[in-house]
């Protein structure tokens, strides 16, 4: 019999952690789900050129969620405007829905930012943000979906 894993994850909807199972997909089947940008970008680790990507400057309130997987990701409160024409955000729904990872690519020590649950690149954190955390999440539109607030 096949053990099933679960991880925890936090449902802004049920506003409590919620145990999960991870979402594990092959490269064909999330490139049938997903656009060619959105699968460069969420799955092979790509980034949006600066100042093109949907929610960059996009200012209605609601919750960004994993393109891939709809795991609840950042909400509109924690977004703010750092000039660099990529999405940020000061904090995220709860550390339990993002995972960082050291990222050296391209002679730069950067941290790598993915969803916990299907492990989608969603853009690096860097520690010149807003208060009250100092981080500033920069995400690519490409890996983010945005929804309504939960009523």
């Given at each position: 019999?096949?053990?099933t894993t679960t991880i925890p994850i936090y449902s802004v909807k049920a506003g409590a952690t919620?145990?999960?199972s991870p979402v594990v997909k092959?490269?064909?089947e999330w490139k049938?789900?997903?656009s060619p940008e959105q699968f460069d970008v969420a799955r092979k680790k790509g980034t949006e050129l600066a100042f093109t990507g949907k929610y960059h400057d996009w200012k209605k309130k609601g919750i960004y969620v994993c393109v891939c997987c709809k795991t609840d990701l950042f909400l509109s409160e924690t977004k703010f405007d750092s000039g660099t024409g990529w999405p940020s955000f000061f904090s995220p729904v709860s550390p339990l829905n993002v995972k960082e990872h050291a990222d050296r690519s391209f002679g730069m020590v950067r941290t790598e930012v993915l969803c916990t649950r299907c492990g989608a690149h969603l853009g690096h954190v860097f520690d010149d943000g807003p208060p009250p955390t100092?981080?500033?999440y920069c995400?690519?539109?490409a890996s983010l979906e945005f929804r309504e607030p939960y009523t």
């Open positions: 019999m096949a053990m919620e145990q999960v092959s490269d064909a049938a789900i997903l100092g981080k500033r995400m690519n539109s």
